[in-house]
C-alpha cells in the first residue's frame, strides 16, 4: 500500500525539524508532504534549505484547507492510506503504525490516535479536557458512537475517506466535524491507544477566547450536520 504522511504546518519555525526527522527515523519507507498555511515566520525558508517535500500555499486555509489541499495531494498521487501528523511535534512517530494498522488489515475507514484509552503521556490542559468531554458526549448522543479523544488530530483514513475529505472537510476546527461526518456516511472509526507530547516551542492557535468560540461553533456543526444528514 502506498502511504503517506500529511504534515500541516502554521509558523512551526521550531518544530518543523525536528517534526520531519521523527517521521523519517521511525517511519522510512512511507512517504510525506509538508502543508505550509502560509506561514509568516521562516518555516518556508527551514524546508526549502532541509529540502523537505512541501507545498507552499499562498494563502492561510487554516487547519481544515491544509489538511484538504494534503488529501487532494494524496489522492491525485493515488495513496491508499493517508494520516495526519501536526508539525507543532505533538504527535509521536512511533505509533504511526498502530494507527494505519487497523486500515491495512480491513477493519477501519478511519483510525484515530487516542490520549485517553490509556491515559498516558500528555493528556491536555484541564479546560480542554472539558471541553472534549463536552464534545464527546455531543457526539454520542447524536451518532450513537462514543469517540474518546474527538479532537485528536493523529489520524489515519483510506481512499475512501480520502476522496470524501478531498470535497468535504470542516474548515476552521475540523476534527470532531470530520469525526461525525465519516460516521454519518457508513465508515467505520475506531481509535487506537497513543501518547503525545506537550507543545515545548512556540504557540497554539486556539487561546482561551478561541476554546470557548471553538466549542459553541463545533457543538452547533455536529447538531447540524446530523440534521442534513450524508452527502
Not at 502543508?35 to 499562498?58: G, M
Not at 507543545?199 to 497554539?204: I, M, Y
Amino acid at each position: 500500500m502506498k502511504i503517506i504522511g500529511l504534515i500541516p504546518a502554521f509558523n512551526e519555525e521550531e518544530n518543523i525539524v525536528d517534526t520531519v526527522s521523527s517521521l523519517l527515523l521511525n517511519c522510512p519507507d512511507v512517504d510525506y508532504v509538508v502543508i505550509n498555511d502560509c506561514s509568516t515566520d521562516q518555516t518556508r525558508s527551514i524546508l526549502r534549505k532541509n529540502n523537505f517535500n512541501y507545498l507552499d500555499l499562498p494563502i492561510n486555509l487554516g487547519i481544515g484547507g491544509a489538511m484538504q489541499t494534503g488529501y487532494k495531494y494524496a489522492l491525485e498521487h493515488e495513496y491508499d492510506i493517508a494520516f495526519q501528523f501536526d508539525g507543532d511535534g505533538q504527535h509521536r512517530a512511533e505509533y504511526i503504525q498502530d494507527l494505519i494498522n487497523p486500515i491495512i488489515e480491513g477493519d477501519a475507514d478511519l483510525v484515530i490516535g487516542s490520549r485517553f484509552i490509556n491515559c498516558e503521556g500528555y493528556q491536555s490542559s484541564n479546560i480542554r479536557r472539558t471541553g472534549i468531554n463536552i464534545l464527546r458526549w455531543t457526539i454520542k448522543v447524536t451518532t450513537g458512537v462514543t469517540i474518546h479523544d474527538v479532537t485528536s488530530g493523529f489520524r489515519a483514513v483510506d481512499k475512501k475517506l480520502m476522496t470524501f475529505f478531498a470535497q468535504n472537510y470542516a474548515q476552521d476546527y475540523p476534527e470532531p466535524e470530520s469525526v461525525v461526518a465519516a460516521i454519518v456516511n457508513g465508515c467505520k472509526v475506531v481509535e487506537v491507544p497513543t501518547e503525545m507530547n506537550e507543545r515545548k516551542k512556540g504557540k497554539s492557535s486556539i487561546g482561551k477566547t478561541k476554546s470557548v468560540y471553538y466549542m459553541i461553533k463545533v457543538t452547533l456543526a455536529i447538531f447540524f450536520y446530523q440534521l442534513i444528514g450524508k452527502k
